[in-house]
């Protein structure tokens, strides 16, 4: 309601998940980590919430009844809160979240951006899974794919030129000072004035790689 996406651990129903009746079966605290994408409240109040209030989150794939993906699950929040033993019922959600008052979301509120020059950047895939998976029980990851990756800068000010910055490492990520540190960045983007309300460039790279996209003013420092 902050307008801020969240992540946070759910519970897996073992028994719709795996067959398992033993109603402690799963991990006591989360099996899955899922990002929260929306609420319906009656409430305007971000600090207030009601019991059928409704939120919406996806499982990125992982439950696929008739192998097929249902990606999209909504709850209401009494529905959604279960203990351990309430997350497995046999006739339960396929996902529940534990109600012992312990708070496992992130709020996930922006870039390190200390003087506030960045504008918002999102990135999209062409792809939405592995192929081939990790297989279960190894730590050894599978042979990396290509990806498309598209990143859409929203323009707030279709008047003023901007840059767009491509960082193939964490390390290399300005927190300030982006133009003046554009010799970090692997690639360059000059967005012109007049260009709209939104730009958008592609770029190929290996699922193992990193790319972080961040957009500035051009007059920024």
């Avoid at 020059?117 to 999209?124: A, L």
């Avoid at 990851?141 to 008047?159: C, N």
Wanted: charged share 15%.
């Amino acid at each position: 309601m902050q307008g801020h996406p969240v992540i946070t651990g759910v519970f897996m129903n073992e028994f719709i998940f795996y067959g398992k009746t033993n109603p402690s079966s799963g991990d006591s605290e989360y099996d899955h980590i899922v990002p929260l994408l929306a609420v319906e409240s009656i409430s305007n109040d971000p600090n207030t919430y009601y019991g059928s209030d409704i939120i919406t989150f996806s499982d990125n794939g992982l439950y696929t009844p008739d192998d097929e993906a249902v990606y999209l699950f909504s709850y209401t929040f009494d529905e959604f809160t279960k203990t351990r033993e309430g997350a497995n019922a046999k006739l339960g959600n396929v996902y529940s979240i534990t109600n012992s008052g312990k708070n496992y979301g992130i709020s996930i509120s922006g870039v390190i951006d200390l003087n506030g020059d960045t504008i918002p950047v999102r990135c999209t895939t062409d792809v939405n899974r592995e192929d081939p998976e990790i297989k279960d029980g190894t730590s050894v990851a599978p042979k990396p794919g290509r990806i498309t990756l598209t990143a859409t800068v929203t323009i707030p000010d279709s008047t003023q030129a901007y840059n767009l910055y491509l960082y193939d490492s964490f390390d290399n990520v300005p927190t300030s000072t982006f133009n003046a540190l554009a010799s970090q960045a692997s690639m360059k983007w000059a967005i012109p004035q007049g260009t709209g309300e939104t730009f958008s460039v592609s770029v190929q790279i290996l699922s193992n790689q990193t790319a972080v996209f961040r957009a500035v003013n051009v007059n920024a420092p």
